[in-house]
């Protein structure tokens, strides 16, 4: 629960930033000076860029999170029983090890988001972020587009 509370509370300061950034720049905008009025209007842009990350970032969340649970109702996540260093993370080479079955159910199985799911967090574990979000997006989006309730 407490990385829900920070989410909000981080969310909550993001939406407080926005709107401040948002009065500076009505107040840039209705300035006579061009220079002014061009950042006004640039100013504008920002807020509604920082808006739509938040709510894109909070259903990413979200919709992961609900995804999680169903696997894992199911019994279907992977064993957390990879060596950790001091931080919490995965040894990577550990985590690289255990890495192929995931590919390997994903290539079997190209159109389940349960593999999908599985492989973002095998990606995760293995440190690798980036393919981590993409694998779990394609898994909401499967799972979205599948007929079966997840």
């Known amino acids: 629960m407490s990385v829900r509370l920070g989410a909000a509370l ?15 720049a009505v ?8 220079v002014a009025r061009g950042l006004g209007i640039a100013l504008i ?32 996540l992977p064993a957390d029983a990879l060596p950790r260093r001091p931080s919490g993370r995965p040894v990577r080479a550990d985590a690289m090890a255990a890495f192929p079955p995931y590919q390997e159910a994903v290539e079997a199985e190209p159109e389940s988001w349960r593999a999908w799911f599985r492989l973002g967090l095998a990606y995760d574990a293995a440190g690798d972020r980036r393919r981590a979000r ?17």
């Open 27 to 34: 107040r840039l905008v209705v300035v006579d000076d061009p």
């Open 45 to 76: 842009v920002l807020p509604l860029l920082g808006g739509w990350a938040l709510i894109a970032e909070v259903l990413f969340g979200l919709r992961s999170e609900r995804l999680g649970r169903i696997v894992a109702a199911e019994g279907e």
């Open 134 to 150: 993409g694998a779990i997006r394609r898994a909401i989006r499967l799972s979205r587009q599948s007929a079966e309730p997840a």
């Open 10 to 24: 981080m969310a909550v300061l993001l939406l407080l930033y926005l709107g401040l950034v948002g009065a500076l």
